[in-house]
Structure formats: structure tokens, C-alpha cells
């Protein structure tokens, strides 16, 4: 067996399986090692929207960003599939944030004149598209970007696309410490052997904290945890994915919907409780007229990295070691995948980068503002 690789990635979820697909398709020895199976935390947990639109309403590095990453789904579908032979069920119908409140109206109507490809749509039409849609709402914001994939499938392509270039992947097997060799380069002691490789990129969610305590690194992450339930009915019909109030309902379209999500901040525990499930039915019954005849078919629950100031930390250590951290991408990890493993893999091979996402997801933001606090 190989121990010795240009990049090791810790964390196979993915924004590791992005990464290594990036790295791997450019010809560089990979490895990723993951602590449980492929995909299995945060990706598993995640409904897949691809909401660029939804939640990112300042028109910063950060949106621009999200905007990137979102269009290149559009390209990776085909790409993944040529060499996966997975389907990453893209899904693009768009989405309706929804207005309720004659104030939600108002702000939602503002969005429409600094966004050219925003529609506002008027209760009628809304009806009209979507008639099992509550009689309640007032209208709402079209965004026809904004679809959704499925995260296992597209966790899935990139790591089996990964291999196809040449990547290995290695599932139970967590990482227990970083250290660097006389050679500058960094071993990676797992329980059952030990990795040598020129670069290291972190990039296991929350648990990425572990390793900015073990590197001395000024960064913090704390879990998010997110509930969803997953429901069906042959009464409710939807063809775009419905937001409200940082809620939202994705139709799979093979009769299932997903709901979520709950945020409950510092809990570490991933089994969903009563109390977060009913606070999302709560949500959703005023929006869909059919909602108390449907089937709850399962729960869940997963664990967001989040960061001080909600951006992802993308980019090298601090003091220019051979380190990178790509975590902290809290409720838009599937949304970011694509983009974040292309910066990686550009830092890495010393291309060119956008600046302004250099600064705005660099860990020295971090250190800077503890400087200035």
C-alpha cells in the first residue's frame, strides 16, 4: 500500500471529496481519510438546496462566491457522470421564498429591484404554479436559480470520480495527529498506519476544531444542530423548493419532501428531538393546506460547522505551513463544494486567486479580529 502523497485530506465528506476530485483530475497523488464511511456526517444529514439566493442577501465576496459554486453544478452534473456513472439529481426549478407578513412583502419586494434574475410573484400566481401552497401567503420571492441535488449522490461522484483519477480513499480511518517530518513534509498517524505528505488539507466539518487546537491555530467552530423529517402525500404536489422563515421544503421528486432545518447551537448530539421536529411541523403546516394528512416517513439530525462570523475559513495556514483548512461551511456546505474544492486546489498549485475570497475566507480574519477585540 502507498503511504506516501502530494495531498492528504482529512474529512470525506463533501467538501473533502470535492477537493480530492479537483486535485486528482489535475494529476496529483491524493489521499483522503475519512473517520467513519464516505459522506456519513453533515453531507448525509443535508437536504442538498443549492440556495445562493435564499439566505445570502449581501451582495459581498461571500455571495459571489455562492453564486460561482452554484452555477457550476450545472456543468459538473454531466462531468461526474461521465466518469461515476452517479446521477447528482439536479434539480432546477427554482425556488419561492414566501411572504406571510404584509413586512415580508415589503423586504422581499426591495430584493427584486438590486437582482435582476428575481421575480416578485403575486399570491395568484404563486397559486397558480403551486396550488397546494396555503391560501395564507401573500406572495413571494421567484428565484429560479436556486434548485437542489441530492448530497449523497454528489458526495458519492465526486469520490468515485476522485478514484478514477487515481485517488485513495480510505473509510475508518481518523487521524489522530498532524507532524511535520525533517523533510517538511507532514505524517498523518491513523490507528492503523501512518501517511506522509507534502500538503494536508482539513477538512472534517465541526471536528475540524481538534486539529486548530492541535496547531496552535486562533480559530473556533461550533456545531449547529440541524433536524429535518422527511414526509409524503398524494395531496401535496410541489414542483419548486418553498423557504420560509429559514425553513424550507424540498420536493425529491420520487414522492418524498424533506423539511428543515432546526438550529440548535453547541449541541453535539445528532439524534433529532421531539421538541425540534414539532418546532419544524409548526413552520410548515401554515404554508401547505394538506400537511396534517401526510406521512412522516423518518427524522434526522446533523451537526453544521459554524464560525464566528459564518463564513467558511477556505485557505492555508497562517504561517504559510503546507496546511489547509477547508470547514465551516455551516448550512451551505453542498451549496459551496464545488468552488471550495477548485481554491484549494488552485493555493495548492500556487494559481492565481480571486483576492477577495482569499481575504474574506482566510484564517487570518480570525486572528485579526481577536487582535482588534
Not at 456519513?40 to 442538498?48: E, H, I, K, R, V
Not at 400566481?125 to 395564507?136: A, I
Not at 469520490?159 to 495527529?177: R, W
Request: with cysteine; net charge negative; proline share 3%.
Amino acid at each position: 500500500m502507498n503511504k506516501h502523497f502530494d495531498v492528504g485530506i482529512i474529512g470525506g465528506g463533501v467538501i473533502g471529496q470535492s477537493i480530492a476530485y479537483q486535485l486528482a483530475k489535475e494529476g496529483v497523488s491524493v489521499v483522503v481519510l475519512e473517520s467513519q464511511k464516505i459522506g456519513s456526517g453533515a453531507t448525509n444529514a443535508a437536504a442538498g438546496m443549492l440556495g445562493a439566493n435564499s439566505e445570502l442577501e449581501a451582495n459581498d465576496a461571500f455571495f459571489q462566491f455562492a453564486k460561482e459554486s452554484q452555477r457550476l453544478y450545472h456543468t459538473l452534473s454531466n462531468e461526474l457522470f461521465e466518469y461515476s456513472q452517479i446521477n447528482i439529481q439536479l434539480v432546477d426549478n427554482g425556488m419561492y421564498k414566501l411572504a406571510i407578513k404584509d413586512d415580508e412583502v415589503e423586504a422581499l419586494q426591495q430584493l427584486v429591484k438590486h437582482h435582476s434574475s428575481l421575480q416578485w410573484h403575486s399570491r395568484e400566481v404563486v397559486l397558480e404554479n403551486e396550488p397546494t401552497l396555503s391560501m395564507g401567503i401573500k406572495g413571494a420571492l421567484y428565484i429560479p436559480e436556486d434548485g437542489h441535488v441530492s448530497p449523497t449522490h454528489v458526495c458519492a461522484a465526486f469520490s468515485k470520480s476522485a478514484n478514477y483519477f487515481g485517488a485513495s480513499i480510505f473509510e475508518n480511518t481518523p487521524v489522530h495527529t498532524i507532524e511535520k517530518t525533517a523533510a517538511n513534509e507532514y505524517t498523518l498517524s491513523t490507528p492503523h498506519t501512518e501517511f506522509t505528505c507534502k500538503h494536508v488539507v482539513i477538512a472534517n466539518g465541526v471536528w475540524s476544531g481538534y486539529f486548530f487546537k492541535q496547531l496552535g491555530i486562533n480559530g473556533s467552530l461550533k456545531p449547529v444542530k440541524g433536524e429535518c423529517l422527511a414526509f409524503q402525500s398524494s395531496d401535496i404536489h410541489l414542483e419548486k423548493t418553498i423557504f420560509y422563515d429559514h425553513c424550507y421544503i424540498v420536493p425529491k421528486g420520487d414522492g418524498r419532501f424533506v423539511v428543515g432545518a432546526s438550529m440548535v447551537e453547541n449541541d453535539w448530539n445528532t439524534l433529532p428531538t421531539i421538541g425540534g421536529i414539532h418546532s419544524l411541523l409548526e413552520k410548515v403546516t401554515p404554508i401547505l393546506a394538506n400537511m396534517e394528512s401526510a406521512t412522516l416517513l423518518h427524522t434526522w439530525a446533523g451537526l453544521r460547522p459554524q464560525t464566528d462570523d459564518g463564513k467558511p475559513y477556505i485557505g492555508q495556514h497562517p504561517d504559510g505551513e503546507s496546511i489547509y483548512f477547508a470547514t465551516g461551511h455551516y448550512r451551505n456546505g453542498i451549496l459551496l463544494a464545488p468552488q471550495t474544492g477548485i481554491m484549494i486546489r488552485d493555493l495548492i498549485l500556487g494559481r492565481e486567486q480571486n483576492e477577495e475570497y482569499v481575504e474574506a475566507f482566510s484564517l487570518k480574519r480570525k486572528l485579526a479580529q481577536k487582535v482588534r477585540g
